[in-house]
Nanobody
Framework: QVQLIESGGGLVQPGGSLRLACVVS????????MGWFRQPPGKAREEREF???????????APAASVRGRFTISRDNAENTLTLQMNSLKPEDTGVYYC????????????????????WGQGTQVTVSS
């Protein structure tokens, strides 16, 4: 059974930084395209927003327009770890952040659609507030 465990969330002031991590177990990490999504306050889990995605080999990334230039997605296939470096955080970045995994994709494909993902973590809370 594939498990995804996120960490690194917390409370940060506007303009600050956080680094999220997602450790994957129970499968071969390099077989999965990975993504980060977030659920803003007051919205249902089905309304999760796409944040960023990365291909199986890490060569292709796809950040959402709202985070481009501020957030960086990366992966370490040797350590089974996905990361999201978040800089210049804004209050509208507040939410529960989830990592997700999907198998069976081409080596260079980044997947941006939530319902195409097979496995999800439990989420980590990020709050940006002064």
């Amino acid at each position: 059974q594939v498990q995804l465990i996120e960490s690194g969330g917390g409370l940060v002031q506007p303009g600050g930084s956080l680094r999220l991590a997602c450790v994957v177990s129970g499968g071969t990490f390099g077989n999965y395209a990975m993504g980060w999504f977030r659920q803003p306050p007051g919205k249902a889990r089905e309304e999760r927003e796409f944040v960023a995605a990365i291909s199986r080999n890490g060569a292709s990334t796809a950040p959402a327009a709202s985070v481009r230039g501020r957030f960086t997605i990366s992966r370490d296939n040797a350590e089974n770890t996905l990361t999201l470096q978040m800089n210049s955080l804004k209050p509208e970045d507040t939410g529960v952040y989830y990592c997700a995994a999907v198998s069976g994709r081409a080596l260079y494909t980044a997947v941006v659609i939530p319902h195409q993902y097979e496995y999800w973590g439990q989420g980590t809370q990020v709050t940006v507030s002064s």
